[in-house]
């Protein structure tokens, strides 16, 4: 089975969900026109990355009745759409979250589990960690989503692995950083190292959608990529520049590479689970 | 290992997007600096032009009665190198009935004073030519806080604020920048013979190896004396960092009430745009 996977790699303006719906809808009809069958966004693709107290007033319930919500909804009848969103919980606790539409339904939400509160990075102020990962169905196949921080942990990969995932769907909002002789910065190419060894290791394919555009100081650096089972790189979107790219790519790859790698068959889950608890236990 | 060495192409490239960026989205396609013939208002000149065209920037030259001829014509050469607009707007009738006014007038009074004039003539000039004041300030001196507050260090945007003087000098080389301009020992100008290195008592290239740990590399000063830097040098960067810090930060405000500005009233510049 092929499928064309659009990455929409795009800038967002600070705090206006209709405005960032707006560029959705655009983007979406682009990638339709292209004759993709998915759409990947950024992280918190409707509202801009550096929110602080702007994050209560842009969140949304991932609900029909929501407006917003419900336009994306609409717009997943024919192909489908992962975007980001600040999510508002029935108990009115604030996620950074990755919806998953389809068929006019969502299939999955995903709140970030690993909210980075470090250096530059305030997230663990204004946001309410997620406390699960899980794989899902689509109709391409079962996949997952992680957003940013949450795959600089390696567990929660490796967890939606074990779970059943061929495909990973990364969304980020990745501000660049570390200039030094090289011409991409440090934190593109510890991210792409990162994304290249998930496909490798894991025999999956990695999408992976970061924005582009400025917020204050802060640039986001792009450069959206999709890994093969190999772990080789089948596309990558420029640095710093929009782009919405429509890529081809073949789930037969699966079959092939476990073929040769048979790396998930020889997993030992049991192994884990068992030294898990051990140290866990020890601590 | 100590290295400073940056991908000028790359540091280009963010820059002038973020200076596009951070002008576009407030509804502004120009920007207006002061051109002093130094490197740094240099690097800040030649980046504005490349971000938003000639056309749209305005360099302004602001010279007191003893700034010095060849940084005039420095500025002039790079002005007209780049054919950006251009003016100079003599400060002296200024800044004299001010500092004659007081007997116990000092340099540094008087050089403070200078600066906060051409801030003064750069924000009223923004409105006129309805562009923003693009900074000048390299990250070696807003971390040594070698900068009148509310004077030169006054702007809009920083588009050089986390360079290192080394680093601007080889984007310097990048952009085009005349040589003259990049090798002349960089200077404030305040008062005749003034250089920066001979007033910090250091150069450039050993504080910004020292900040470069320090700072980045959040090496303990203890590590930084083992590493073989002097500890008095040492101790004496550390303090300066120390104490300057009330320029690189909004004035605190005295919290009351349940929402204070810069506590718990948070949001970006950006806010909605």
């Keep these: 089975m092929k499928i064309k996977i659009a990455l929409a790699q795009f800038n967002t303006k600070l705090g206006d969900v209709p405005a960032n719906l707006e560029k959705h809808l655009d983007l979406i009809d682009e990638a339709r026109q292209g004759g993709a069958d998915l759409v990947v966004f950024p992280e918190l693709s409707l509202t801009g990355y550096a929110l602080l107290d702007l994050a209560v007033d842009t969140a949304i319930r991932p609900h029909q009745d929501d407006p917003v919500f419900n336009e994306l909804l609409a717009a997943s009848q024919d192909l489908d759409l992962m975007f980001g969103f600040v999510h508002e919980d029935r108990r009115h606790r604030f996620h950074i979250a990755s919806a998953y539409l389809s068929g006019g339904k969502t299939r999955h939400i995903h709140n970030k589990i690993y909210l980075p509160t470090y250096g530059m990075f305030d997230e663990g102020r204004f946001f309410a960690p997620g406390d699960s990962v899980r794989a899902f169905d689509t109709r391409f196949g079962r996949v997952g989503m992680l957003i940013c921080e949450d795959f600089w942990h390696a567990s929660l990969p490796y967890l939606l692995w074990l779970d059943g995932a061929d495909m990973l769907l990364f969304a980020s909002a990745s501000p660049g950083r570390g200039l030094t002789q090289d011409p991409r910065l440090s934190s593109s190419g510890w991210v792409e190292h990162t994304n290249r060894a998930y496909a490798g290791l894991f025999t999956n394919f990695v999408v992976h959608a970061n924005r582009v555009g400025y917020e204050d100081g802060l640039n986001f650096w792009g450069g959206s990529t999709i890994f093969d089972p190999n772990g080789d790189l089948i596309v990558r979107a420029p640095d710093f520049e929009p782009a919405l790219i429509i890529t081809e790519i073949d789930l037969n790859q699966l079959h092939r590479t476990r073929a040769r790698l048979p790396l998930l068959r020889d997993e030992r889950i049991g192994v884990v689970q068992r030294e898990l608890e051990r140290i866990q236990g020890n601590s | ?273």
């Excluded at chain 2, 005039?72 to 607009?85: P, S």
């Design chain 2, 1 to 273: 290992m100590i290295d400073l060495t940056i991908n000028a192409v790359l540091t280009e490239k963010i820059i002038a997007g973020f200076i596009r960026s951070e002008l576009h989205r407030v509804g502004f396609k120009r920007a207006l600096l002061g051109v002093s013939g130094g490197i740094d208002s240099a690097v800040s000149l030649y980046l504005s032009a490349k971000a938003l065209g000639p056309e749209n920037v305005l360099a302004i030259r602001m010279p007191y009665k003893t700034s010095s001829q060849h940084t005039l014509d420095d500025a002039q050469t790079m002005i007209d190198d780049l054919g950006v607009q251009s003016m100079t707007v003599e400060i002296t009738d200024m800044v004299d009935p001010l500092v004659n006014k007081f007997d116990d007038m000092t340099k540094i009074r008087a050089g403070n004073i200078m600066a906060r004039t051409r801030m003064i003539v750069l924000f009223d000039q923004s409105v006129a030519f309805n562009g923003l004041v693009m900074g000048s300030s390299n990250k070696t001196e807003l971390l040594l806080g070698y900068s009148t507050i509310f004077g030169d260090s006054a702007a809009a945007l920083q588009p050089i604020g986390d360079l290192y003087k080394t680093q601007v000098r080889q984007l310097a080389g990048h952009l085009g920048v005349p040589q003259a301009v990049i090798a002349k020992a960089p200077s404030a100008d305040l008062w005749e013979g003034q250089t920066d290195e001979g007033e910090l008592g250091f150069t450039y290239a050993d504080v910004d190896r020292l900040l470069y740990l320090l700072v980045d590399q959040r090496y303990r000063p203890e590590t930084c004396v083992e590493e073989g830097f002097e500890r008095t040098f040492v101790e004496r960067v550390v303090r300066r960092m120390r104490q300057n810090h009330f320029k690189r930060v909004m004035p605190p405000i005295a919290k009351l009430s349940e929402r204070t500005i810069g506590y718990d009233f948070l949001y970006l510049r950006d806010w909605g745009t």
